[in-house]
């Protein structure tokens, strides 16, 4: 992805590149970790590598299929809520299976924004009127961030760090 990003060209080309870009930096920071090193809990909240994808796919499901596309939480195709739920990662679940959920999330969540110009907006109790240039931002902001947090739990895991003298489990 980082070899096409586009640097030029409209609004909505550079957003949907850059949206793109962060997605794939947030799975760049998990990809290749064991199982193990992947669920490991480095700090007191949920945040594991990943969990941070797992929760990108239900935000990319929040906004896009819930908000966007109006879908009822059963026509999702996963967890829909907006709480600490879209943390959670069943024991069962291994880091090809999240990351292949957030692709096929971020799949239909550009699907669903094509269909809408930038300026289109939709009203919401949580935040009042969005448009989809506020709601395609907002994802680049935080798929960045978590980016970050996935950047920090890789060199602590790949340093063998550990918080307070021990991991937390």
């Given at each position: 992805m980082h070899n096409n990003m586009i640097t030029a060209g409209d609004d909505r080309q550079i957003t949907d590149s850059m949206l793109d870009?962060?997605?794939?930096?947030?799975?760049?920071?998990?990809?290749?970790?064991?199982?193990?090193?992947?669920?490991?809990?480095?700090?007191?909240?949920?945040?594991?590598?990943?969990?941070?994808?797992?929760?990108?796919?239900?935000?990319?499901?929040?906004?896009?299929?819930r908000h966007w596309a109006g879908f009822g939480e059963s026509d999702c195709d996963?967890?829909?809520?907006?709480?600490?739920?879209?943390?959670?990662?069943?024991?069962?679940?291994?880091?090809?299976?999240?990351?292949?959920?957030?692709?096929?999330a971020s799949k239909r969540s550009r699907e669903i924004a094509s269909r809408f110009e930038l300026d289109d907006t939709i009203?919401?109790?949580?935040?009042?009127?969005?448009s989809m240039r506020w709601t395609l931002l907002m994802m680049i902001q935080e798929?960045?961030?978590?980016?970050?947090h996935g950047d920090i739990l890789r060199e602590q895991i790949e340093a063998g760090s550990q918080v307070d003298g021990d991991t937390l489990s």
């Open positions: 870009r962060n997605r794939q930096a947030l799975i760049d920071t998990a990809r290749g970790l064991s199982e193990s090193d992947a669920h490991k809990r480095l700090v007191p909240s949920l945040t594991t590598p990943i969990a941070l994808i797992k929760h990108a796919a239900a935000a990319e499901r929040i906004w896009f299929q996963g967890y829909s809520r907006r709480d600490e739920g879209t943390f959670t990662v069943g024991d069962h679940e291994t880091l090809a299976d999240v990351i292949a959920e957030f692709e096929r009203d919401l109790s949580t935040e009042g009127t969005v798929f960045a961030r978590h980016a970050g």
